[in-house]
């Protein structure tokens, strides 16, 4: 009988605990501030994150200076596969500058477009590449928690790679789709992971290859 008590009683202290933390959860709104999406971050905030996963590890930085802009900077290193002009890479490093505007805000979405000069080099003796990367990107809030990021972003660039008398030079291009989820859990705090499928193309590859990204991301306001 005691035992019974006992079980029940821990039953429902469960039961109270889990809808506590339940109401606590964050109902993120079309508003909500996001590192990666629609959502610009907030006037005068500055945050600072890591980005992991495959190909890349980059370090971020952002910093919010109007009600519908930032502009951030990602330091990042290759270890996976890439292309610059059509050229395979197996290792490099790159800047990307993001531009970020808000375009929209409504009741149940977020519409934003992202401009990204960008920087790269590679292990191609050598390998560079500058251009940018243009996103139109869409957040959706969901009941709890999270934020759903969606949207297509294409890439434009000229590339070089290789040393005279081989040296290569042509374009860069790209274009894929970015999927995936962020939180802005306790308001300081963000995290999140993103996909990025399509393909890359060049000069020296017309016919592309596969584009496969997967990063998970934190940040935090400082």
Excluded at 42 to 49: N, P, Q, T
Excluded at 103 to 127: C, E, H, N, Q, W
């Amino acid at each position: 009988m005691t035992t019974k008590i006992i079980t029940g009683l821990l039953l429902l202290a469960a039961l109270g605990f889990a809808d506590t933390a339940s109401a606590q959860m964050p109902e993120p709104t079309a508003e909500t501030p996001t590192l990666f999406g629609a959502q610009r971050v907030d006037e005068g905030d500055f945050i600072i994150g890591l980005a992991t996963g495959y190909p890349t590890t980059s370090f971020a930085m952002f910093f919010g200076l109007h009600e519908s802009f930032d502009i951030g900077v990602l330091l990042g290193m290759n270890y996976g596969d890439s292309s610059l002009g059509g050229k395979r890479q197996r290792f490099g490093l790159d800047v990307h500058v993001p531009l970020r505007w808000t375009i929209a805000t409504l009741d149940k979405v977020a519409l934003g477009l992202r401009i990204s000069p960008y920087f790269m080099i590679g292990d191609g003796s050598p390998a560079f590449s500058f251009g940018g990367d243009v996103a139109f990107l869409i957040d959706i809030p969901l009941p709890k928690l999270f934020k759903i990021i969606i949207g297509p972003e294409l890439r434009t660039g000229f590339a070089s790679v290789g040393s005279d008398p081989n040296r290569f030079t042509g374009y860069d291009g790209g274009v894929w789709l970015n999927a995936g989820v962020e939180t802005n859990f306790l308001e300081d705090f963000y995290a999140g992971l993103i996909f990025n499928g399509g393909g890359y193309w060049g000069s020296n590859n017309f016919g592309g290859d596969g584009l496969f990204r997967a990063n998970i991301y934190f940040g935090m306001e400082l």
